[in-house]
Protein backbone atom coordinates (compact mmCIF):
# COMPACT_ATOMS: atom_id res chain seq x y z
CA UNK A 1 0.00 0.00 0.00
CA UNK A 2 1.48 3.00 -0.83
CA UNK A 3 1.75 5.82 1.70
CA UNK A 4 -1.47 8.22 0.22
CA UNK A 5 -3.55 5.39 1.00
CA UNK A 6 -2.22 4.53 4.12
CA UNK A 7 -4.55 5.06 7.31
CA UNK A 8 -2.28 7.31 9.07
CA UNK A 9 -2.18 9.73 6.30
CA UNK A 10 -5.98 9.17 5.24
CA UNK A 11 -6.91 9.85 9.20
CA UNK A 12 -4.90 13.36 8.39
CA UNK A 13 -7.33 14.46 5.92
CA UNK A 14 -10.19 13.15 8.26
CA UNK A 15 -11.69 10.51 6.00
CA UNK A 16 -13.97 8.34 8.48
CA UNK A 17 -16.29 6.41 6.06
CA UNK A 18 -15.07 3.85 3.31
CA UNK A 19 -17.57 2.51 0.86
CA UNK A 20 -16.85 -0.86 -0.45
CA UNK A 21 -18.21 -0.85 -3.59
CA UNK A 22 -19.21 -3.42 -6.53
CA UNK A 23 -21.98 -4.25 -9.30
CA UNK A 24 -24.91 -6.68 -9.27
CA UNK A 25 -25.52 -8.57 -12.71
CA UNK A 26 -27.34 -5.34 -14.10
CA UNK A 27 -23.91 -3.49 -13.46
CA UNK A 28 -25.77 -1.37 -10.52
CA UNK A 29 -23.47 0.34 -7.74
CA UNK A 30 -24.34 -1.59 -4.47
CA UNK A 31 -21.75 -2.01 -1.40
CA UNK A 32 -21.57 -0.94 2.40
CA UNK A 33 -19.39 1.49 4.61
CA UNK A 34 -17.23 0.41 7.20
CA UNK A 35 -15.20 2.49 9.29
CA UNK A 36 -12.23 4.08 7.89
CA UNK A 37 -10.06 1.95 10.24
CA UNK A 38 -10.99 -1.13 8.46
CA UNK A 39 -9.13 -0.24 5.22
CA UNK A 40 -6.56 -2.59 5.82
CA UNK A 41 -8.57 -5.52 6.67
CA UNK A 42 -11.01 -4.99 3.52
CA UNK A 43 -7.82 -5.23 1.47
CA UNK A 44 -6.16 -7.98 3.43
CA UNK A 45 -9.11 -10.90 4.67
CA UNK A 46 -11.62 -8.93 3.01
CA UNK A 47 -15.42 -8.10 4.64
CA UNK A 48 -18.81 -10.51 5.53
CA UNK A 49 -21.47 -9.62 3.69
CA UNK A 50 -25.07 -11.15 2.90
CA UNK A 51 -25.20 -11.42 -0.63
CA UNK A 52 -28.40 -13.47 -0.80
CA UNK A 53 -30.70 -10.21 -2.34
CA UNK A 54 -28.17 -8.95 -5.10
CA UNK A 55 -29.63 -8.75 -8.07
CA UNK A 56 -27.83 -11.90 -10.09
CA UNK A 57 -26.09 -12.97 -7.44
CA UNK A 58 -27.29 -16.87 -6.63
CA UNK A 59 -30.07 -16.83 -3.50
CA UNK A 60 -29.68 -17.70 -0.08
CA UNK A 61 -27.03 -20.27 -0.72
CA UNK A 62 -24.87 -17.05 -1.00
CA UNK A 63 -26.02 -15.60 1.58
CA UNK A 64 -22.11 -15.22 3.20
CA UNK A 65 -19.79 -13.45 0.57
CA UNK A 66 -16.77 -11.70 1.24
CA UNK A 67 -15.65 -8.54 -0.46
CA UNK A 68 -12.13 -7.61 -0.80
CA UNK A 69 -10.84 -4.18 -1.64
CA UNK A 70 -8.79 -3.24 -4.53
CA UNK A 71 -6.25 -0.61 -3.50
CA UNK A 72 -5.49 0.72 -6.86
CA UNK A 73 -9.13 2.27 -7.03
CA UNK A 74 -9.39 3.68 -3.69
CA UNK A 75 -10.44 7.33 -4.07
CA UNK A 76 -11.69 10.12 -1.92
CA UNK A 77 -15.13 11.77 -2.63
CA UNK A 78 -14.25 15.55 -2.67
CA UNK A 79 -17.78 16.88 -1.88
CA UNK A 80 -18.98 14.43 0.60
CA UNK A 81 -15.80 13.47 2.78
CA UNK A 82 -15.90 9.78 2.46
CA UNK A 83 -13.69 7.32 0.45
CA UNK A 84 -14.62 4.52 -1.77
CA UNK A 85 -12.94 1.36 -2.99
CA UNK A 86 -13.95 -1.06 -5.59
CA UNK A 87 -13.07 -4.70 -5.34
CA UNK A 88 -13.83 -8.63 -6.13
CA UNK A 89 -16.48 -11.27 -4.19
CA UNK A 90 -14.90 -14.43 -3.09
CA UNK A 91 -16.80 -17.19 -1.46
CA UNK A 92 -15.04 -20.17 0.71
CA UNK A 93 -11.93 -18.41 -0.05
CA UNK A 94 -12.61 -18.60 -4.07
CA UNK A 95 -13.83 -15.87 -6.86
CA UNK A 96 -17.26 -15.92 -6.68
CA UNK A 97 -18.58 -16.48 -9.88
CA UNK A 98 -21.27 -14.10 -10.29
CA UNK A 99 -19.08 -11.10 -9.71
CA UNK A 100 -18.78 -9.36 -12.70
CA UNK A 101 -15.64 -7.37 -12.10
CA UNK A 102 -13.80 -10.97 -11.32
CA UNK A 103 -14.93 -12.31 -14.69
CA UNK A 104 -13.46 -9.36 -17.07
CA UNK A 105 -10.15 -9.99 -14.15
CA UNK A 106 -10.11 -13.01 -15.32
CA UNK A 107 -10.62 -12.77 -19.23
CA UNK A 108 -7.64 -9.91 -18.28
CA UNK A 109 -5.54 -12.15 -17.23
CA UNK A 110 -6.10 -14.99 -19.91
CA UNK A 111 -5.01 -11.84 -22.69
CA UNK A 112 -2.15 -11.36 -20.41
CA UNK A 113 -0.75 -14.67 -20.45
CA UNK A 114 -0.39 -14.22 -24.27
CA UNK A 115 1.12 -10.46 -23.51
CA UNK A 116 -1.67 -8.80 -24.94
CA UNK A 117 -4.27 -5.86 -23.14
CA UNK A 118 -7.06 -4.27 -24.72
CA UNK A 119 -7.68 -0.82 -24.21
CA UNK A 120 -11.63 0.72 -24.27
CA UNK A 121 -12.31 4.46 -24.55
CA UNK A 122 -16.07 4.94 -24.09
CA UNK A 123 -18.44 7.73 -25.00
CA UNK A 124 -21.57 7.46 -22.89
CA UNK A 125 -24.74 10.27 -23.48
CA UNK A 126 -27.35 10.82 -20.63
CA UNK A 127 -30.33 13.18 -19.91
CA UNK A 128 -30.85 15.54 -17.90
CA UNK A 129 -34.85 16.09 -16.68
CA UNK A 130 -36.63 18.43 -14.42
CA UNK A 131 -39.27 16.13 -12.60
CA UNK A 132 -42.54 17.28 -11.38
CA UNK A 133 -43.50 14.10 -9.78
CA UNK A 134 -45.16 12.27 -12.36
CA UNK A 135 -43.32 11.04 -15.65
CA UNK A 136 -43.85 13.97 -17.37
CA UNK A 137 -40.16 14.61 -17.70
CA UNK A 138 -39.40 18.29 -17.85
CA UNK A 139 -36.07 19.34 -20.47
CA UNK A 140 -33.82 21.94 -18.70
CA UNK A 141 -32.51 22.98 -22.28
CA UNK A 142 -33.63 23.30 -25.65
CA UNK A 143 -29.87 22.60 -27.40
CA UNK A 144 -29.20 20.88 -29.69
CA UNK A 145 -25.94 18.24 -31.09
CA UNK A 146 -22.55 20.96 -30.17
CA UNK A 147 -24.95 23.32 -29.72
CA UNK A 148 -22.75 26.34 -27.84
CA UNK A 149 -22.96 27.62 -24.56
CA UNK A 150 -25.62 30.02 -25.21
CA UNK A 151 -28.40 27.69 -25.65
CA UNK A 152 -27.03 24.61 -23.19
CA UNK A 153 -28.10 25.34 -19.99
CA UNK A 154 -26.53 22.78 -18.30
CA UNK A 155 -23.22 24.20 -19.16
CA UNK A 156 -22.15 24.25 -15.65
CA UNK A 157 -23.51 20.98 -14.63
CA UNK A 158 -21.00 19.56 -17.30
CA UNK A 159 -17.73 22.02 -16.27
CA UNK A 160 -19.01 20.86 -12.31
CA UNK A 161 -18.85 16.91 -13.24
CA UNK A 162 -15.41 17.40 -15.25
CA UNK A 163 -13.79 19.08 -12.97
CA UNK A 164 -15.11 16.12 -10.43
CA UNK A 165 -13.81 13.77 -12.80
CA UNK A 166 -9.80 14.05 -12.19
CA UNK A 167 -11.00 12.91 -8.25
CA UNK A 168 -11.60 9.88 -9.07
CA UNK A 169 -8.79 8.69 -11.87
CA UNK A 170 -10.80 10.07 -14.83
CA UNK A 171 -9.53 12.48 -17.57
CA UNK A 172 -12.35 14.60 -18.98
CA UNK A 173 -11.68 14.71 -22.87
CA UNK A 174 -14.56 16.40 -24.69
CA UNK A 175 -17.94 17.89 -23.40
CA UNK A 176 -20.50 18.56 -25.37
CA UNK A 177 -24.33 19.09 -25.83
CA UNK A 178 -25.88 15.77 -27.59
CA UNK A 179 -28.59 15.88 -30.53
CA UNK A 180 -31.40 15.50 -27.95
CA UNK A 181 -32.79 18.47 -26.34
CA UNK A 182 -31.01 17.93 -22.26
CA UNK A 183 -28.98 15.26 -23.82
CA UNK A 184 -25.54 15.55 -23.17
CA UNK A 185 -21.85 13.86 -23.32
CA UNK A 186 -18.54 13.66 -21.67
CA UNK A 187 -16.00 11.55 -23.17
CA UNK A 188 -12.66 11.06 -21.25
CA UNK A 189 -9.50 9.27 -21.96
CA UNK A 190 -9.24 5.42 -22.57
CA UNK A 191 -8.16 3.29 -19.90
CA UNK A 192 -7.34 -1.07 -20.27
CA UNK A 193 -10.52 -2.87 -19.92
CA UNK A 194 -10.85 -2.96 -16.31
CA UNK A 195 -10.10 0.46 -15.48
CA UNK A 196 -12.82 1.92 -18.14
CA UNK A 197 -15.43 -0.59 -16.66
CA UNK A 198 -14.53 0.71 -13.26
CA UNK A 199 -14.54 4.47 -14.84
CA UNK A 200 -17.97 3.95 -16.54
CA UNK A 201 -19.64 3.23 -12.98
CA UNK A 202 -17.96 6.34 -11.29
CA UNK A 203 -18.64 8.65 -13.93
CA UNK A 204 -22.48 7.61 -13.53
CA UNK A 205 -22.04 8.12 -9.84
CA UNK A 206 -20.37 11.67 -10.59
CA UNK A 207 -22.85 12.98 -12.89
CA UNK A 208 -25.64 11.76 -11.10
CA UNK A 209 -24.58 13.49 -7.59
CA UNK A 210 -23.53 16.63 -9.83
CA UNK A 211 -27.06 16.49 -11.47
CA UNK A 212 -28.98 16.24 -8.14
CA UNK A 213 -26.81 19.11 -6.85
CA UNK A 214 -28.49 21.43 -9.53
CA UNK A 215 -32.02 20.17 -9.35
CA UNK A 216 -32.07 17.56 -11.74
CA UNK A 217 -32.16 14.17 -12.38
CA UNK A 218 -29.60 12.48 -15.00
CA UNK A 219 -30.73 9.23 -16.50
CA UNK A 220 -28.15 6.84 -19.22
CA UNK A 221 -31.61 4.66 -19.50
CA UNK A 222 -31.25 4.00 -23.17
CA UNK A 223 -34.36 5.71 -24.79
CA UNK A 224 -36.10 7.63 -21.98
CA UNK A 225 -38.58 9.39 -24.21
CA UNK A 226 -40.54 7.96 -27.10
CA UNK A 227 -39.35 10.30 -30.67
CA UNK A 228 -36.35 11.62 -29.21
CA UNK A 229 -32.30 10.33 -29.47
CA UNK A 230 -31.66 7.44 -27.33
CA UNK A 231 -28.43 7.51 -24.91
CA UNK A 232 -25.64 5.35 -26.72
CA UNK A 233 -22.22 4.22 -25.30
CA UNK A 234 -20.15 4.15 -28.26
CA UNK A 235 -16.96 2.10 -27.57
CA UNK A 236 -13.53 2.71 -28.98
CA UNK A 237 -11.32 -0.48 -28.96
CA UNK A 238 -7.79 -1.70 -29.79
CA UNK A 239 -5.59 -4.82 -28.94
CA UNK A 240 -1.71 -4.23 -27.79
CA UNK A 241 0.97 -6.29 -27.18
CA UNK A 242 3.34 -4.76 -25.20
CA UNK A 243 4.05 -0.81 -27.03
CA UNK A 244 2.69 -2.39 -30.20
CA UNK A 245 -0.76 -1.53 -31.28
CA UNK A 246 -2.02 -4.74 -33.46
CA UNK A 247 -4.77 -2.81 -34.82
CA UNK A 248 -1.98 -0.97 -37.35
CA UNK A 249 -0.90 -2.57 -40.52
CA UNK A 250 0.90 -1.16 -43.26
CA UNK A 251 -1.37 0.29 -44.99
CA UNK A 252 -4.22 0.94 -42.69
CA UNK A 253 -5.79 -1.77 -40.40
CA UNK A 254 -3.49 -4.82 -39.75
CA UNK A 255 -5.15 -8.71 -40.43
CA UNK A 256 -5.31 -8.98 -36.44
CA UNK A 257 -7.67 -5.73 -36.38
CA UNK A 258 -9.89 -7.42 -39.46
CA UNK A 259 -10.36 -10.58 -37.93
CA UNK A 260 -11.29 -8.99 -34.58
CA UNK A 261 -14.27 -6.85 -36.50
CA UNK A 262 -14.81 -10.43 -38.19
CA UNK A 263 -15.45 -12.21 -34.84
CA UNK A 264 -17.61 -8.83 -33.22
CA UNK A 265 -19.88 -9.50 -36.69
CA UNK A 266 -20.29 -12.96 -36.26
CA UNK A 267 -21.59 -12.67 -32.52
CA UNK A 268 -22.88 -9.30 -32.88
CA UNK A 269 -26.43 -10.75 -32.41
CA UNK A 270 -25.89 -12.86 -29.32
CA UNK A 271 -23.00 -9.91 -27.89
CA UNK A 272 -26.69 -7.67 -28.10
CA UNK A 273 -28.18 -9.47 -24.77
CA UNK A 274 -24.61 -7.75 -23.12
CA UNK A 275 -23.86 -4.31 -24.91
CA UNK A 276 -28.28 -3.47 -25.02
CA UNK A 277 -29.17 -5.60 -21.90
CA UNK A 278 -32.47 -3.90 -21.46
CA UNK A 279 -36.08 -3.77 -22.66
CA UNK A 280 -35.98 -0.75 -23.13
CA UNK A 281 -32.42 -0.91 -25.27
CA UNK A 282 -34.47 -2.28 -27.78
CA UNK A 283 -36.41 1.32 -27.80
CA UNK A 284 -33.14 2.94 -28.96
CA UNK A 285 -32.62 0.26 -31.63
CA UNK A 286 -34.83 1.21 -34.17
CA UNK A 287 -34.63 2.70 -37.24
CA UNK A 288 -34.26 6.59 -37.75
CA UNK A 289 -31.96 7.88 -35.40
CA UNK A 290 -28.13 6.82 -35.54
CA UNK A 291 -28.19 4.06 -33.42
CA UNK A 292 -27.02 0.72 -35.32
CA UNK A 293 -28.94 -1.61 -36.18
CA UNK A 294 -27.67 -3.68 -38.68
CA UNK A 295 -24.89 -5.92 -38.72
CA UNK A 296 -22.08 -3.77 -40.68
CA UNK A 297 -18.78 -1.89 -40.99
CA UNK A 298 -17.14 0.57 -42.62
CA UNK A 299 -14.94 3.09 -42.66
CA UNK A 300 -16.35 6.34 -42.27
CA UNK A 301 -20.52 5.02 -42.24
CA UNK A 302 -22.01 5.75 -38.69
CA UNK A 303 -24.71 3.64 -39.68
CA UNK A 304 -22.87 0.95 -39.39
CA UNK A 305 -22.00 -1.38 -36.70
CA UNK A 306 -18.37 -1.21 -36.39
CA UNK A 307 -16.93 2.28 -37.91
CA UNK A 308 -13.06 2.57 -38.18
CA UNK A 309 -12.24 6.26 -36.86
CA UNK A 310 -9.31 8.10 -39.08
CA UNK A 311 -6.48 8.15 -36.66
CA UNK A 312 -2.50 8.51 -36.90
CA UNK A 313 0.39 6.59 -35.51
CA UNK A 314 -0.53 3.92 -33.35
CA UNK A 315 -4.10 5.70 -32.35
CA UNK A 316 -5.90 2.49 -34.62
CA UNK A 317 -9.33 1.14 -33.12
CA UNK A 318 -12.49 -0.09 -33.93
CA UNK A 319 -15.56 1.84 -32.85
CA UNK A 320 -18.40 -0.25 -31.44
CA UNK A 321 -21.52 1.50 -32.19
CA UNK A 322 -24.31 -0.50 -30.47
CA UNK A 323 -23.51 -0.61 -27.08
CA UNK A 324 -25.74 1.39 -24.50
CA UNK A 325 -25.16 2.91 -21.22
CA UNK A 326 -27.57 0.37 -19.28
CA UNK A 327 -24.57 -2.41 -19.94
CA UNK A 328 -22.69 -4.09 -17.17
CA UNK A 329 -19.75 -3.11 -18.32
CA UNK A 330 -17.57 -5.43 -16.68
CA UNK A 331 -19.58 -8.02 -18.76
CA UNK A 332 -19.75 -6.52 -22.16
CA UNK A 333 -16.45 -6.15 -21.89
CA UNK A 334 -15.60 -9.70 -21.09
CA UNK A 335 -17.92 -11.01 -24.04
CA UNK A 336 -16.39 -8.21 -26.09
CA UNK A 337 -13.07 -9.34 -26.10
CA UNK A 338 -13.62 -12.81 -26.28
CA UNK A 339 -15.62 -12.33 -29.66
CA UNK A 340 -12.52 -10.37 -31.22
CA UNK A 341 -10.38 -13.13 -29.90
CA UNK A 342 -12.55 -15.81 -31.77
CA UNK A 343 -12.21 -13.75 -34.69
CA UNK A 344 -8.85 -13.72 -34.70
CA UNK A 345 -8.15 -17.16 -33.35
CA UNK A 346 -10.44 -18.27 -36.19
CA UNK A 347 -9.47 -16.11 -38.54
CA UNK A 348 -12.80 -14.76 -39.83
CA UNK A 349 -13.15 -12.25 -42.43
CA UNK A 350 -15.43 -9.19 -42.03
CA UNK A 351 -18.26 -9.23 -43.93
CA UNK A 352 -21.13 -6.75 -45.11
CA UNK A 353 -18.30 -3.77 -45.59
CA UNK A 354 -20.31 -0.42 -46.65
CA UNK A 355 -20.07 3.06 -47.15
CA UNK A 356 -23.34 4.13 -47.95
CA UNK A 357 -25.93 4.56 -45.55
CA UNK A 358 -27.78 1.32 -44.71
CA UNK A 359 -30.82 2.90 -43.31
CA UNK A 360 -31.40 4.55 -46.89
CA UNK A 361 -31.12 0.56 -48.59
CA UNK A 362 -34.21 -1.70 -49.47
CA UNK A 363 -34.09 -5.21 -47.75
CA UNK A 364 -33.32 -6.49 -51.30
CA UNK A 365 -29.84 -4.61 -51.71
CA UNK A 366 -28.89 -5.23 -47.73
CA UNK A 367 -29.28 -9.25 -48.57
CA UNK A 368 -27.17 -8.86 -51.75
CA UNK A 369 -24.49 -7.38 -49.46
CA UNK A 370 -25.44 -10.25 -46.63
CA UNK A 371 -26.10 -7.26 -44.01
CA UNK A 372 -27.88 -9.19 -41.51
CA UNK A 373 -30.04 -6.97 -38.31
CA UNK A 374 -29.57 -7.08 -34.36
CA UNK A 375 -32.08 -8.48 -32.77
CA UNK A 376 -35.35 -6.32 -32.07
CA UNK A 377 -36.40 -7.36 -28.50
CA UNK A 378 -34.52 -8.27 -25.35
CA UNK A 379 -36.80 -11.67 -25.80
CA UNK A 380 -34.83 -12.02 -29.55
CA UNK A 381 -31.16 -11.18 -28.10
CA UNK A 382 -31.75 -13.72 -25.14
CA UNK A 383 -32.18 -16.85 -27.63
CA UNK A 384 -29.37 -15.60 -29.63
CA UNK A 385 -27.32 -15.87 -26.54
CA UNK A 386 -28.06 -19.46 -25.79
CA UNK A 387 -27.27 -20.02 -29.54
CA UNK A 388 -23.58 -18.56 -29.41
CA UNK A 389 -21.01 -20.74 -27.21
CA UNK A 390 -18.54 -18.62 -27.13
CA UNK A 391 -20.23 -15.48 -25.70
CA UNK A 392 -22.07 -18.04 -23.36
CA UNK A 393 -18.52 -19.02 -21.75
CA UNK A 394 -17.17 -15.53 -21.87
CA UNK A 395 -19.68 -15.51 -18.78
CA UNK A 396 -18.75 -18.47 -17.53
CA UNK A 397 -20.85 -20.18 -14.71
CA UNK A 398 -22.26 -16.37 -14.29
CA UNK A 399 -24.61 -16.92 -18.03
CA UNK A 400 -27.31 -19.09 -15.62
CA UNK A 401 -27.70 -16.18 -13.25
CA UNK A 402 -27.68 -13.50 -16.48
CA UNK A 403 -30.31 -15.96 -18.27
CA UNK A 404 -32.34 -16.39 -15.49
CA UNK A 405 -32.69 -13.09 -14.38
CA UNK A 406 -32.98 -11.53 -17.92
CA UNK A 407 -35.96 -14.07 -18.32
CA UNK A 408 -37.75 -12.83 -15.40
CA UNK A 409 -37.73 -9.29 -16.62
CA UNK A 410 -38.58 -9.87 -19.80
CA UNK A 411 -41.80 -11.75 -18.24
CA UNK A 412 -42.32 -9.19 -16.24
CA UNK A 413 -42.41 -6.94 -18.80
CA UNK A 414 -44.93 -8.89 -21.03
CA UNK A 415 -47.37 -9.54 -18.28
CA UNK A 416 -47.42 -5.53 -18.10
CA UNK A 417 -47.93 -4.94 -22.02
CA UNK A 418 -50.83 -7.82 -21.42
CA UNK A 419 -52.27 -6.47 -18.38
CA UNK A 420 -52.43 -2.76 -19.40
CA UNK A 421 -53.65 -3.94 -23.55
CA UNK A 422 -50.53 -2.74 -25.39
CA UNK A 423 -49.12 -4.33 -28.50
CA UNK A 424 -45.89 -6.29 -27.84
CA UNK A 425 -44.03 -5.07 -30.60
CA UNK A 426 -44.99 -1.19 -29.58
CA UNK A 427 -41.88 0.94 -29.82
CA UNK A 428 -43.50 3.59 -27.38
CA UNK A 429 -41.70 3.78 -23.61
CA UNK A 430 -43.89 2.08 -21.05
CA UNK A 431 -44.74 3.37 -17.79
CA UNK A 432 -43.25 -0.24 -16.82
CA UNK A 433 -39.28 0.90 -18.25
CA UNK A 434 -39.80 4.56 -16.67
CA UNK A 435 -40.10 3.26 -13.45
CA UNK A 436 -37.44 0.12 -13.55
CA UNK A 437 -34.68 1.80 -15.86
CA UNK A 438 -34.73 5.74 -15.26
CA UNK A 439 -33.39 5.86 -12.35
CA UNK A 440 -30.47 3.15 -12.38
Known amino acids: MNEIKSISTIEKRKIRFLQLI ?58 DGIARVYGFIYKDDRPYHADPRGILKSTIQELAREGLQVYIGPEPEFYLFKKNGSWELQLPDVGGYFDLVTLDKAKNVKREIALYMPYFGLIPEVLHHEVGAGQHEIDFKFSDALGTADNIVSFKYIVKAVA ?65 PTVNSYKRLVPGYEAPIYVSWGYRNRSALIRIPAYKGKGARIEYRCPDPSANPYLAFAAIIKAGLDGIKHKIEPFAYVEENVYEMDKEKRDKLGIETLPSSLREALDE ?14 YRNFKE ?36
Do not use: C
Open 22 to 79: FVDINGVPKGMEVPIERYEEAISDGISFDGSSIPGFQGIEDSDLIFKADPSTYTEVPW
Open 212 to 276: ESYGLYATFMPKPIYGMPGNGMHLHISLWKGEENLFVGEDGLSETALYFIGGILKHAKALAALTN
Open 385 to 398: LEKDKVVKNALGKA
Open 405 to 440: YKEREWEEYTEYLEKNNIPSETKKVTEWELERYFYI
